[in-house]
């Protein structure tokens, strides 16, 4: 009884898991899987994906930017980084949102996070910068659960 006790409390405040739901992180993610995420590791950097809180649940993103980083997402879809176009891993472009004036400066613990699904997701475009505060941890592992 206590090593179970031991592991859940261990497990509890060193990792987390995420049920990922809808299309915002495909083809990383996809609805129905399942993100496990370490609370520790140091502090998180450009292309991690982590889980953070927003709007009182967890959701998965890649971070593309971070403190002292300038961001601009034109309406050609293009995301500017300092200055430089980031090339799109999968595809898409990425559409301005609504929530943000660009260029953005990013203050001290302060993350644009974007979903590598970028037409289906509601990320730092809509939600503004995610403060290190909201971000629980960075993902080590995904377990595909859809069409199983």
């Given at each position: 009884?206590?090593?179970?006790?031991?592991?859940?409390?261990?497990?509890?405040?060193?990792?987390?898991?995420?049920?990922?739901?809808?299309?915002?992180?495909?083809?990383?993610?996809?609805?129905?899987?399942?993100?496990?995420?370490?609370?520790?590791?140091?502090?998180?950097?450009?292309?991690?994906?982590?889980?953070?809180?927003?709007?009182?649940?967890?959701?998965?993103?890649?971070?593309?930017?971070?403190?002292?980083?300038?961001?601009?997402?034109?309406?050609?879809?293009?995301?500017?980084?300092?200055?430089?176009?980031?090339?799109?891993?999968?595809?898409?472009?990425?559409?301005?949102?609504?929530?943000?004036?660009?260029?953005?400066?990013?203050?001290?613990?302060?993350?644009?996070?974007?979903?590598?699904?970028?037409?289906?997701?509601?990320?730092?475009?809509?939600?503004?910068?995610?403060?290190?505060?909201e971000v629980e941890g960075k993902v080590v592992a995904i377990l595909r659960l859809r069409q199983i």
């Amino acid at each position: 009884m206590i090593v179970v006790v031991v592991l859940v409390a261990v497990f509890h405040f060193a990792f987390g898991i995420v049920r990922v739901s809808g299309s915002g992180m495909r083809p990383t993610a996809g609805d129905g899987d399942l993100a496990l995420f370490a609370r520790f590791g140091g502090t998180p950097k450009s292309d991690d994906v982590v889980a953070y809180e927003s709007d009182g649940k967890l959701q998965l993103g890649r971070i593309v930017a971070q403190a002292g980083d300038t961001v601009k997402v034109t309406d050609d879809g293009e995301l500017l980084i300092n200055g430089s176009e980031q090339p799109e891993k999968f595809g898409q472009s990425t559409t301005p949102g609504s929530g943000v004036s660009y260029p953005l400066k990013l203050k001290d613990g302060q993350y644009f996070i974007l979903g590598d699904g970028r037409s289906t997701v509601t990320d730092s475009r809509t939600l503004g910068p995610i403060g290190s505060t909201e971000v629980e941890g960075k993902v080590v592992a995904i377990l595909r659960l859809r069409q199983i």
